[in-house]
């Protein structure tokens, strides 16, 4: 564990948000769920308590259909199947690795928006899970997520951090950064993303309006993504931290430090598998 933290003092930090990050590097276990401390149980349309971890964990053992869309939504849930003409050869479905669940009560916006909304609130609870077709960018929240760490857990980390990043949720930036890094890799490996179901209560936090007046990175976002080939989810990650020092670091030195978080991430992963 020393070694761990004592090869953190550069690229990467576990401090904030970014301290789940440090449990999925060390934890032993298949799946992970993890929920973020403003969030309480929420209720169905039935007014039952949302079973969270449960519903992290048929999703994630269940297959996933990102290649083919299923109009009527989860195929493998009690009460659904494929739609007519879906190919047969297609129907065994992929392994599902990331379960990307919702929030009731504060949307998930930017700030900017938030700002200018500060009264919306979502309280739309919808019965359904989808799988995130491939190709189809996301970002992934820590604030209710699970995941298999075995497949894909080297894919999420703490790269992208803003310079005056605060501990508001909307000017987070690692969640976003390491989340299309983990779609990318998903998708490459032909490994599957459902969102939509378990749903959490997220309470109100902070004022957007401050979070508007720090630093801010959107505008880079559609050139964040390469194109990748590799084979394994380390193959991926390291191809991503090659092409973002060689292509985003010209548009702002802040990509170079991410490149630099990604590169160290991989080295901390060996230490773990070997030595912890």
Known sequence: MD???????????????????FGYLVS??????????DCILARDDQGNLIDVVAQHISNLIQPATPFFFNTLYDPYRNGSDFVRGYPFRLRSGVN?????????????????????????RNHCYIDVILTVPTRAMMLVSGINIGFNREAMGLALFPGLRLSREGKIRWETMEDIWCGMCAKVVCDHLGLGVKS?????????????????????????DE????????????????????IVRERLALLDPVFNKAADAMEEWLKLWEIVGSDV
């Open 196 to 220: 939509f179901l378990p749903y959490v209560w997220r309470g109100d936090s902070g004022d957007a309006l401050e979070s508007v007046k720090r630093d801010g990175k959107g505008e880079a």
């Open 96 to 120: 599902c690795v990331l379960s990307c669940g919702l929030w009731l009560n504060l949307a998930d916006y930017g700030a900017p928006t938030q700002a200018v909304k500060p009264d919306e």
């Open 223 to 242: 050139e964040v993504v390469p194109f990748l080939t590799a084979i394994t989810a380390k193959d991926c990650m390291s191809k991503i931290a090659v």
């Open 28 to 37: 032993h276990k298949k799946y992970i769920v993890s929920i973020d401390d």
């Open 3 to 21: 070694q761990i933290l004592g090869s953190t003092t550069t690229a990467i930090s576990f401090s904030g948000h970014s301290c789940w990050y």
